[in-house]
């Protein structure tokens, strides 16, 4: 229904400028002429999106944003130049970008949110969901409500049986933030794309995309709750502490990366509609390092993944030594579950191995990714980015190993959840940044960068 009206709203908004191209298609009748404006046109484009590419690499940022709009505003009438995902010109551009790169954002707070709801045990603590929220207890006589709830749930009887009412407020406090920050990113999202839908500035195909995500959006509140639900139930063994099912809790986490990382690619496209390119050598260079690239990425979502995993287990509190585990290389109890397939998902100490090889493997991949490209012809840029690449892997690392022989504070465990998503950040920017150039741009461009002094 939402998606059919979202549908609706934009072929109506953009039905003058679909008949408006028309006619300037129809009108044309000099293939050289137009061939002519073709390349003036892709001149441009390829001049001020490198120009703000360039001001971008230096920190300038607002300079960047402002050429990257116009250069998606000169390229918008060539027939094989840009696909843009949004109209209205540089100032629509403008606005569209801010908006999901404020949502992108917004999603990578919640990230850390739920870190610390987990980690400070928070996340049990409301024994109830609304789809719609609701207040917090405002009374005296609705706390003491509250915590008479907490009291019937497995984790009060197990581990926190004797805790004190101040001490309920924190962790509750600490759960209700985390699910009413979610309330606000769809509130936050939901009223800036019907304002931009009813300008008319987003086209069919972002419109698609962006209704795609919004109901992933909607969808994340019901997979917390379902994750939330399965720590309310009591355990198998009288001796196991309650927590949530590792699998929902890998499916939350999971489904907020790829929220995020939606939000941030679609963000990225439309404030640099082009990618840096000033040579054809360049785009064959960066060409070379997409290549590379994608299976890198492949290999951080798979680690992020597993450390899911790891969090779902509890499998952090074990082993606290590196690079051994405890005394020895490997655990001898890494296949004590049947059918073998459940060790990787349900033994702690598989699980913990698995993460540490997947982690070596990340570092390894992306220095590789830096060994194989330090002598191709790219965008001073791109190698920029990938440097930044390797030293926020290695800091993640780093950080995994520290949260892991400091026995998961959550400062350190916070910070490593983070680290994770800033390399999956970099990760998206360099594979957007490497991306083919519109054939207009390319063929425009020398066949190798003019050097400057």
């Given at each position: 229904m939402f998606q059919s009206r979202v549908i609706s709203l934009i072929l109506k908004r953009n039905k003058a400028s679909l008949n408006s191209i028309l006619a300037?298609?129809?009108?044309?009748?000099?293939?050289?002429?137009?061939?002519?404006?073709?390349?003036?046109s892709s001149s441009a484009v390829a001049r001020s999106s490198l120009y703000g590419f360039r001001s971008l690499y230096k920190g300038n940022y607002m300079p960047s944003w402002r050429n990257m709009s116009t250069a998606a505003a000169v390229g918008m009438e060539n027939k094989e130049g840009l696909k843009l995902l949004v109209t209205g010109g540089p100032h629509a551009q403008k606005a569209v970008g801010i908006w999901l790169f404020g949502s992108a954002a917004w999603v990578f707070s919640m990230v850390i949110l739920g870190g610390i709801t987990r980690l400070t045990r928070s996340g049990l603590s409301m024994t109830?969901?609304?789809?719609?929220?609701?207040?917090p207890p405002l009374s005296d006589e609705e706390w003491l409500q509250e915590f008479e709830k907490y009291k019937q749930s497995p984790e009060y009887k197990r581990v926190n049986k004797g805790m004190s009412l101040e001490d309920f407020k924190f962790i509750y406090w600490m759960e209700y933030a985390h699910r009413m920050w979610g309330r606000g990113?769809?509130?936050?999202f939901a009223l800036p794309f019907s304002y931009f839908l009813?300008?008319?500035y987003i086209t069919l195909r972002l419109g698609l995309k962006l209704s795609a995500l919004f109901a992933l959006g909607a969808g994340q509140g019901l997979i917390g709750w379902w994750m939330v639900k399965s720590g309310l139930e009591e355990p198998p063994s009288e001796y196991a502490q309650p927590r949530v099912s590792p699998y929902r809790l890998t499916a939350h986490l999971t489904s907020a990366f790829v929220i995020y990382t939606g939000l941030f690619w679609t963000a990225l496209s439309v404030v640099m509609p082009e990618p840096p390119a000033e040579s054809v050598a360049w785009v064959h260079g960066a060409?070379?390092?997409?290549?590379?690239?994608?299976?890198?990425?492949?290999i951080v979502g798979i680690t992020a993944v597993s450390g899911a995993f790891v969090a779902g287990n509890d499998a952090g509190h074990a082993y606290n030594t590196f690079p051994k585990m405890g005394d020895t290389w490997i655990p001898d109890d890494i296949f004590n579950m049947k059918p073998l397939i459940r060790n990787f998902f349900e033994n702690t100490s598989m699980v913990q191995l698995d993460h540490r090889i997947l982690a070596t493997t990340t570092l390894l991949s992306i220095g590789a990714l830096w060994w194989s490209?330090?002598?191709l012809d790219i965008h001073p840029a791109i190698r920029s980015l990938i440097g930044s690449t390797v030293g926020m892997a290695a800091l993640q690392v780093t950080l995994g190993i520290s949260t892991l022989v400091s026995y998961v504070p959550v400062s350190l465990g916070t910070a490593h959840q983070a680290g994770a998503l800033t390399l999956l950040t970099l990760m998206i920017l360099l594979n957007h940044t490497t991306r083919k150039p519109s054939?207009?741009?390319?063929?425009?461009?020398?066949?190798?960068?003019?050097?400057?002094?």
């Amino acid at each position: 229904m939402f998606q059919s009206r979202v549908i609706s709203l934009i072929l109506k908004r953009n039905k003058a400028s679909l008949n408006s191209i028309l006619a300037n298609f129809k009108e044309t009748t000099s293939f050289r002429a137009s061939s002519s404006s073709l390349s003036s046109s892709s001149s441009a484009v390829a001049r001020s999106s490198l120009y703000g590419f360039r001001s971008l690499y230096k920190g300038n940022y607002m300079p960047s944003w402002r050429n990257m709009s116009t250069a998606a505003a000169v390229g918008m009438e060539n027939k094989e130049g840009l696909k843009l995902l949004v109209t209205g010109g540089p100032h629509a551009q403008k606005a569209v970008g801010i908006w999901l790169f404020g949502s992108a954002a917004w999603v990578f707070s919640m990230v850390i949110l739920g870190g610390i709801t987990r980690l400070t045990r928070s996340g049990l603590s409301m024994t109830d969901w609304k789809f719609t929220g609701s207040l917090p207890p405002l009374s005296d006589e609705e706390w003491l409500q509250e915590f008479e709830k907490y009291k019937q749930s497995p984790e009060y009887k197990r581990v926190n049986k004797g805790m004190s009412l101040e001490d309920f407020k924190f962790i509750y406090w600490m759960e209700y933030a985390h699910r009413m920050w979610g309330r606000g990113l769809g509130i936050i999202f939901a009223l800036p794309f019907s304002y931009f839908l009813r300008k008319g500035y987003i086209t069919l195909r972002l419109g698609l995309k962006l209704s795609a995500l919004f109901a992933l959006g909607a969808g994340q509140g019901l997979i917390g709750w379902w994750m939330v639900k399965s720590g309310l139930e009591e355990p198998p063994s009288e001796y196991a502490q309650p927590r949530v099912s590792p699998y929902r809790l890998t499916a939350h986490l999971t489904s907020a990366f790829v929220i995020y990382t939606g939000l941030f690619w679609t963000a990225l496209s439309v404030v640099m509609p082009e990618p840096p390119a000033e040579s054809v050598a360049w785009v064959h260079g960066a060409a070379k390092v997409k290549k590379l690239a994608l299976p890198v990425s492949f290999i951080v979502g798979i680690t992020a993944v597993s450390g899911a995993f790891v969090a779902g287990n509890d499998a952090g509190h074990a082993y606290n030594t590196f690079p051994k585990m405890g005394d020895t290389w490997i655990p001898d109890d890494i296949f004590n579950m049947k059918p073998l397939i459940r060790n990787f998902f349900e033994n702690t100490s598989m699980v913990q191995l698995d993460h540490r090889i997947l982690a070596t493997t990340t570092l390894l991949s992306i220095g590789a990714l830096w060994w194989s490209t330090r002598k191709l012809d790219i965008h001073p840029a791109i190698r920029s980015l990938i440097g930044s690449t390797v030293g926020m892997a290695a800091l993640q690392v780093t950080l995994g190993i520290s949260t892991l022989v400091s026995y998961v504070p959550v400062s350190l465990g916070t910070a490593h959840q983070a680290g994770a998503l800033t390399l999956l950040t970099l990760m998206i920017l360099l594979n957007h940044t490497t991306r083919k150039p519109s054939v207009s741009l390319l063929k425009s461009l020398p066949q190798v960068a003019k050097t400057t002094c």
